[in-house]
């Protein structure tokens, strides 16, 4: 009887372990697809974080150009003669 018992507990310990392998496989995979994601996120914030800039770069611009004001109209330089 003890040797049943010590047979059905090796064969648990190792169905265990090979279900710990296949666990722990399984997270490195998902730990890869996360680094993978967190790789293409970093990427889009700095191309956001550019197209920001440069936004930000072009409105500055258009802010400092000096802003034409109408000139009025040269007074002629002959008097004109009253009329009375």
């Known amino acids: ?4 018992l ?3 507990t ?3 310990c ?3 372990n090979v279900r710990l ?3 722990l496989s399984e997270i490195e995979y998902l730990f890869d697809d996360i680094n993978n994601l967190e790789a293409v996120l970093n990427s889009k914030i700095r191309n956001a974080r550019n197209e ?3 936004i930000k770069s ?3 611009k258009d802010l400092i150009k000096p802003k034409k004001i109408a000139k009025p109209g040269r007074r002629g330089s002959k008097k004109r003669g009253k009329l009375s």
């Open 1 to 4: 009887m003890e040797v049943i």
């Open 6 to 8: 010590f047979v059905c």
């Open 10 to 12: 090796l064969l648990y």
């Open 14 to 16: 190792i169905y265990l």
């Open 21 to 23: 392998r296949e666990a």
């Open 52 to 54: 920001t800039k440069v």
């Open 58 to 60: 072009q409105i500055i």
